[in-house]
Structures are given as C-alpha cells and as structure tokens.
C-alpha cells in the first residue's frame, strides 16, 4: 500500500515504514503522535502511529528544523502530523527502522487536555471515549484482529460455495420465539390510532406489527432452498435487559444455510469454519495477538491453537448430562435432563473432561425453536452446539424440519401463527429438502479470541441497556 505525494516522497503506512527492507528510501509517513521526548543533544524522539499496526514508528527530528522551537518542540499527545525523511535501521528495542526526518508538518494539534494521555485507562473508562479509543493499542488491536475474521467469514463461505445474501433488518416474524424484540413503528407516540381499545398497526408504515430482525435464519433458508448454499452476516438486535459481559443489544450474526445438508454435514462445516478463523488470525495478526497474549490474557494463543489443532469431538447431550452428573463436580446450577446447559457445564466439558473443542447434538425439543428437525424418539431434534474452551458455546445451529406436517405440529405446540408464517411453510410445499445452518456472534468470536473479558469492548460501539451513546 502506498500512494504517490505530488513533488515529494512516496507516502507509506507505518507498517510498511517498520519493514527493514525499505531502509534507505526516501518516504512520507503520516499518523498520530503516540510519544514525544526531546533530547539534550538538540533532537527529539516522536513516535507515530497510523492504525495500519500495532507498533509505532519512531521519528527523529533534529532542531535544525524549521519549525522545530515552534511547533515541534511542543507536539502532543494525540497530534496528527506528516514527517517526511529517510528511513535507516534502528539500534532500538523493538524496532527495525526508524526516520531522520527532512520536514514534519503539524495537521491536528492536541490540547493538554486530549483524553488519552500516558497512564492507562480501564476499559470501562474508554467506553466513554468510544471515539477516541481506536487510538490505544487495545483497540487499534481489536480493530485489526476483528477485521480480519471479518474478512475470514467471506473468504471461507466463498470458498465453499456459499451465496452472499442480505436479509432483512426490519421482519414481521420471531424467528426464536423469545418475543425480546425491539418494535419498530412510524406512530406518533401521543397520537397513537386505537381499534378495540388497542393500538391499531393498521394505520403503522408497514400495516402491522413490526421488529428489528433477532435472526436472519428463516429468510436465508428460502435462498438455501433454491439456490443451495447461502449465508447472511448482518447486524441484528434483542431486546434483552442484561448487563452482564456476554451480552450487546445490537450485534453481528453469521448465519450460513445448507440445502441438502444434514446435521453432520453441518457439525463438519462449523469446525472448517472455526479451524480457518484461528489460523488466518494466527497467521496474519501475530503482533497483535502476541499483545492480547502479553497483557489481556496469559495462554491465549496456546488455548486457539488447541482449537486449531484438535479435530472437534462428537457427544450427545444425553451423554453430557450424563457425564456432568456423575463429576463429583459442585455446579452452581443443577445438571438434569431437558435442562438447557450453562456456561459452567459447557466449560467443564471442553476444558476438564475432552480437553480441547466439542461438539454437542441432539437436543430435548422442548428447549429448542419450532424450526428444528424432529429425531425418531420424539424427544429430541437434531441440534448442535459448538464448544471451546474458555468460553463454552460459540455456534449453535441445527438441522431444520423439512416435513411439512411435522412442522405444522411443532408449530401449534408453540402457538405459532401458520398465517404469518405462510411462506417459509411454502419452502415444504414445493420441492422440500433436507437443509441445515448454524448461527454464530460475530462479537462473541472476537471476544473469544482476543481473551477480552467484557463484550462490550469487541464492537466499536456498543449498545447495551441504557446506552445508545455515539
């Protein structure tokens, strides 16, 4: 990456001024002033970051400058300015290059009182500088690791043949049942139309009731069944009033959908899935990974490469209950069948008993969506769970129901509306097939790989209960 400065030096990022191999040249760097330190001898040290990596680039500006006593001399934290010079090896701790600069020309001066000065900041506190913290190495990190899983999910569903579809943010229909759902509506608050003594959604922009999506699933599975393979990865919303560390309001979901899949075509996609995340981020974001290593949390990088490097394991849930039970372990929630597992089970699991990733599969139904594929023993569906250690669940997902009648069934035990949901039942009427998918937080795999322990610092800006700040 490089771009071409009218009648001067070549503009490059610093992380491609930090590359030994461009010693010698004559370049332009421009970012944001991390440090400055003058010396005795008549130069100062500027260091310069510019987001393109974690490490900085240090400038050396000598006081023959022009501008040296008047802008140089008193450059601050968080300043934005261009330095142009020559870029030479570096005897520093941590760096290769560094640059004797010819001119470095102020943009952005930053007040004394800029935010983000020299002694470090809870996470919590850099909440509410939402704006500013992609400026500290944390978040600069964040970005980049979380980037590339970004860029990860497409090439992977490309590469396997997956369709790239966008699903509607706006939906009529529940695809969980859970009815946390944040409405959506035109409606005048103090002049709301009534029929029956009800709010009447007839005269609503949509002529009915209408919800920020929870799930992508049901509208992928349409393009699943026509043209194959399909995945969404969009945001989505719940209207859940928790403030714990694992949950956001609003948040990214990956949502791939399979024609012709069954369950276990489906449990070998995910863990394709999930070994490719951790190698490309392994591979391509190391010195940020070594700093989440370093300072979020010790073994991280040997906890992924387990991951990365074990084939997954394979258990039933009714084989998991039973292994919970028998554990001697003290849960601080009871294991019993038909029981949804907690985190503290799902850790056990993967990090005392198998040691390494597990897949779990077959479900009680009566814990699960009215979308799932019914097993012959009437007491479960065809559902799975991917675990890791750490952090318990990572993807759920599920072979769907593709009988009509069974669903039809599955759809009044829960009282669902065959009205509204007339059209994914016409997916079963016209040329019905086996189909599967799964559903994974794309914040709850960055936090699961930057070792992070609070979710709200995995999205640049978080919504959660009573925050909807930036």
């Known amino acids: 990456m490089s771009m071409t400065t009218p009648n001067g030096p070549r503009w490059i990022p610093v992380a491609?001024?930090?590359?030994?191999?461009?010693?010698?040249?004559?370049?332009?760097?421009?970012?944001?002033v991390r440090t400055r330190r003058d010396s005795k001898g008549g130069f100062s040290f500027i260091?310069?970051?510019?987001?393109?990596?974690?490490?900085?680039?240090?400038?050396?500006?000598?006081?023959?400058?022009?501008?040296?006593?008047?802008?140089?001399?008193?450059?601050?934290?968080g300043s934005s300015i261009v330095a142009s010079g020559t870029l030479q090896a570096s005897e520093g701790k941590g760096q290769s290059t560094e640059l004797i600069a010819s001119s470095v020309r102020v943009l952005g001066d930053a007040p004394s009182e800029f935010p983000l000065q020299?002694?470090?900041?809870?996470?919590?506190?850099?909440?509410?500088?939402?704006?500013?913290?992609?400026?500290?190495?944390?978040?600069?990190?964040?970005?980049?690791?979380r980037n590339q899983l970004a860029y990860s999910v497409h090439q992977f569903f490309q590469d396997e043949g997956f369709y790239y579809v966008n699903t509607p943010i706006i939906t009529a229909s529940d695809c969980e049942g859970a009815g946390q759902m944040f409405r959506v509506t035109a409606l005048p608050p103090d002049k709301l139309p009534l029929r029956d003594g009800k709010v009447d959604f007839s005269k609503d922009f949509f002529g009915k009731p209408t919800y920020l999506t929870v799930s992508g699933q049901l509208e992928a599975e349409t393009y699943a069944t026509s043209l194959g393979r399909c995945y969404t990865f969009g945001p989505t919303f719940r209207a859940e009033n928790s403030n714990t560390s694992r949950h956001?309001?609003?948040?990214?979901?990956?949502?791939?959908?399979?024609?012709?899949?069954?369950?276990?075509?489906?449990?070998?996609?995910?863990?394709?899935?999930?070994?490719?995340?951790?190698?490309d981020t392994?591979?391509?974001?190391?010195?940020?990974?070594?700093?989440?290593?370093?300072?979020?949390?010790?073994?991280?990088?040997?906890?992924?490469?387990?991951?990365?490097e074990k084939p997954f394991e394979h258990m039933t849930y009714t084989s998991a209950v039973d292994i919970l039970q028998n554990s001697g372990e003290s849960f601080e929630y009871p294991v019993q069948w038909g029981a949804d597992l907690q985190?503290?089970?799902?850790?056990?699991?993967?990090?005392?008993?198998?040691?390494?990733?597990?897949?779990?599969?077959?479900?009680?139904?009566?814990?699960k969506p009215f979308y799932m594929r019914c097993n012959d023993d009437d007491k479960t569906v065809a559902a799975m769970d991917v675990l890791v250690p750490q952090v318990g669940e990572?993807?759920?997902?599920?072979?769907?129901?593709?009988?009509?009648?069974?669903?039809?069934?599955?759809?009044?035990?829960?009282?669902?509306?065959?009205?509204?949901?007339?059209?994914y039942l016409d997916l079963r009427k016209f040329g019905t097939v086996p189909h599967s998918g799964f559903g994974l937080g794309f914040e709850r795999v960055v936090q699961w790989v930057t070792g992070m322990t609070n979710i709200r610092d995995c999205i640049p800006f978080p919504r959660t209960p009573g925050s909807a700040d930036f």
Not at 17 to 23: L, M, P, V
Not at 267 to 279: G, N, P, Q, T, V
Not at 282 to 299: H, N, P, V
Not at 401 to 417: A, F, G, T, Y
């Open 394 to 423: 990572i993807i759920g997902g599920s072979q769907r129901e593709e009988r009509l009648e069974v669903l039809l069934e599955r759809m009044r035990q829960m009282n669902l509306s065959e009205e509204e949901y007339w059209w």
């Open 47 to 77: 260091e310069v970051n510019d987001g393109s990596c974690f490490g900085n680039l240090q400038i050396i500006a000598d006081s023959e400058l022009a501008n040296y006593d008047s802008e140089i001399i008193s450059l601050s934290v």
């Open 16 to 32: 491609t001024a930090r590359d030994e191999a461009h010693i010698g040249q004559v370049v332009e760097v421009r970012g944001w």
């Open 343 to 367: 985190a503290e089970h799902e850790r056990f699991l993967t990090e005392k008993h198998i040691q390494g990733p597990l897949i779990l599969y077959d479900y009680p139904k009566t814990i």
């Open 118 to 145: 020299k002694k470090r900041h809870s996470f919590e506190k850099l909440r509410e500088w939402a704006h500013l913290r992609p400026r500290t190495n944390s978040f600069g990190a964040i970005t980049r690791v």
């Open 282 to 308: 392994l591979g391509r974001c190391a010195d940020d990974m070594d700093f989440f290593e370093a300072r979020i949390q010790k073994g991280l990088l040997a906890a992924l490469t387990t991951v990365l």
């Open 248 to 279: 956001l309001a609003e948040f990214w979901m990956i949502e791939p959908e399979a024609a012709f899949f069954e369950l276990s075509d489906n449990m070998a996609l995910a863990e394709r899935f999930i070994k490719r995340l951790l190698a």
